[in-house]
């Protein structure tokens, strides 16, 4: 007797397959594992690198709310043939480096930038969009473009993943990284008007978490028994301590005076929550 059930079955398990691996990627929690070969510097070398186009962009595209967050002009960059070509011509010149032979310092600030400048890139290249989620070139749907590649770097394909996952957050190990790569979604930590340079690079870490903390895009105080704090708390916990008390801890860290002093003591429950709408005006 035929089988007739085998094609139900079959794709019954690939929609399975794929459903599992839609929710994987969309967790946005990749693990944080060394990529081999970029953890060698060169500290005795005391040239900078020059971000000086990326901050003339920053400077006529980031927009500053009166809520303290910055929002970026897609539509104003999509519509500058000009400066969607000096934004190109910026990553062209950051791939055209060798960051090992730079200073560590250097070479986090290039990351970031690096980071940072491709994301808009990758946006402006399937505008107008939602959310950044829906630009992916891999068969599942809404599973953003992080870990296609992207750029190439002393020969070797780089996704977004990649920088951030593999390079930045093993090798400097450095939560306030979180704090500083921006995702281009409104959840998520504001794009900073500031470029980064090895000059400036603590001074803005420390300001990227203090900006988030006080922001309810970081943290929402309820009441007595219940907080809403940013998704990136969990799918990151292990960059946080792993336990709802190292969390809470680092929050009160950055959070202004009247909110620590709500969120010291505090019991209750941590809720989660992210808004991955596009981060535009």
């Keep these: 007797m035929t089988n007739t059930r085998q094609p139900n079955l079959r794709w019954a398990l690939l929609v399975a397959v794929l459903s599992g691996a839609a929710g994987l990627l969309a967790?946005?929690?990749?693990?944080?594992?060394?990529?081999?070969?970029?953890?060698?510097?060169?500290?005795?070398?005391t040239e900078r690198i020059d971000h000086g186009p990326w901050q003339e962009l920053l400077d006529?595209?980031?927009?500053?709310?009166?809520?303290?967050?910055?929002?970026?002009d897609y539509a104003g960059l999509a519509r500058n043939d000009a400066a969607a070509a000096e934004l190109a011509a910026y990553l062209d010149y950051l791939q055209g480096l060798d960051p090992l032979a730079y200073s560590r310092a250097e070479q986090m600030a290039y990351w970031i930038n690096l980071y940072n400048a491709l994301t808009v890139q990758v946006v402006l290249s399937e505008y107008p969009v939602d959310s950044?989620?829906?630009i992916h070139e891999?068969?599942?749907?809404n599973t953003g473009p992080w870990r296609d590649p992207r750029a190439q770097v002393n020969g070797r394909d780089l996704s977004l993943d990649d920088i951030e996952h593999g390079i930045l957050r093993p090798l400097w190990r450095d939560r306030r990284i979180h704090y500083a790569v921006n995702c281009a979604?409104?959840?998520?930590?504001?794009?900073?008007?500031?470029?980064?340079?090895?000059?400036?690079?603590?001074?803005?870490?420390?300001?990227?978490?203090r900006d988030y903390v006080n922001s309810p895009r970081?943290?929402?105080?309820?009441?007595?028994?219940?907080?809403?704090?940013?998704?990136?708390?969990?799918?990151?916990?292990e960059d946080f301590g792993n336990t709802d008390e190292s969390v809470l801890a680092h929050l009160i860290d950055y959070a202004d005076?009247?909110?620590?002093?709500?969120?010291?003591?505090?019991e209750g429950s941590l809720d989660y929550e992210y808004d991955w709408s596009l981060n535009e005006p």
Excluded: M
Excluded at 31 to 42: H, I, K
Excluded at 60 to 72: F, Q
Excluded at 257 to 266: K, S, Y
């Design 27 to 45: 967790c946005g929690a990749p693990e944080s594992v060394a990529l081999s070969g970029w953890d060698e510097s060169d500290e005795e070398n």
């Design 60 to 72: 006529r595209y980031v927009v500053a709310r009166e809520t303290g967050v910055n929002l970026v």
């Design 132 to 134: 950044i989620k829906e």
């Design 185 to 209: 979604a409104y959840g998520c930590p504001h794009l900073l008007a500031t470029a980064f340079t090895a000059a400036n690079t603590e001074a803005l870490l420390e300001q990227g978490a």
């Design 218 to 237: 970081g943290v929402v105080y309820v009441d007595n028994d219940s907080i809403v704090i940013s998704s990136i708390y969990d799918w990151y916990a």
């Design 138 to 141: 891999g068969v599942i749907p």
């Design 257 to 266: 005076e009247d909110l620590a002093a709500r969120l010291r003591g505090f």
